[in-house]
């Protein structure tokens, strides 16, 4: 993560100065930390969040929402981020994806993928992101190693945009 060097002024009341100094205490935060961790939560948070949103629904658009939070992370941001998620709830093709999705970001960004990820079982029989059966050939062939090994079959990943 790049180091802190813009500073952001706002004016709030004394009383609420300090409050915030009180719930920044109590949270064992600076009050930078604090107001930041409201505005921008953490990645992990942010992205368990979104694992809990693909678990109750399949929208693809909250996979692009995982996409860029994974593609916006330091290498270290991005290790802690998904060291602890859990993606135990998610259908087992969209479980593989996550996780491929994951792998391929950590292969980016030069971090071992997280050790939970070796207990997500491949899918047994191939996913194709597209239906047309003329493409297939070219996505087997253009699919990110990550993928592949998951039995998931796309041309564009973490990084990329369609």
């Known amino acids: 993560m790049a180091g802190k060097s813009d500073q952001l002024q706002i004016r709030v009341s004394p009383a609420d100065k300090a409050a915030l100094k009180r719930l920044a205490r109590r949270?064992?935060?600076?009050?930078?930390?604090?107001?930041?961790s409201l505005v921008?939560?953490?990645a992990a948070a942010a992205l368990?969040?979104?694992?809990?949103?693909?678990?109750r629904e399949d929208d693809r658009y909250v996979l692009s929402e995982v996409h860029d939070?994974?593609?916006?992370?330091?290498?270290?941001?991005?290790?802690?981020?998904?060291?602890r998620l859990d993606v135990g709830r998610l259908p087992p093709w969209l479980r593989n994806y996550?996780?491929?999705?994951?792998e391929h970001a950590?292969?980016?960004?030069?971090?071992?993928?997280?050790a939970w990820a070796e207990d997500v079982t491949p899918l047994e029989r191939p996913w194709f992101a597209?239906?047309?059966p003329r493409l297939r050939p070219y996505l087997?062939?253009?699919?990110?190693?990550?993928?592949?090994?998951?039995?998931?079959?796309?041309?564009?990943?973490?990084?990329?945009?369609?």
């Not at 368990?48 to 949103?53: I, K, N, Y």
């Open 27 to 36: 949270a064992g935060m600076d009050v930078s930390a604090y107001v930041l």
């Open 40 to 42: 921008r939560p953490p």
């Open 48 to 55: 368990a969040d979104l694992v809990r949103q693909l678990a």
């Open 69 to 83: 939070l994974l593609a916006s992370l330091a290498p270290a941001e991005f290790t802690t981020a998904v060291a």
């Open 98 to 102: 996550v996780t491929a999705m994951i």
């Open 106 to 114: 950590a292969h980016q960004k030069g971090e071992p993928p997280p």
């Open 130 to 132: 597209v239906t047309f």
């Open 140 to 162: 087997l062939r253009a699919a990110p190693v990550a993928f592949k090994r998951r039995n998931l079959f796309v041309d564009a990943t973490v990084g990329d945009r369609v």
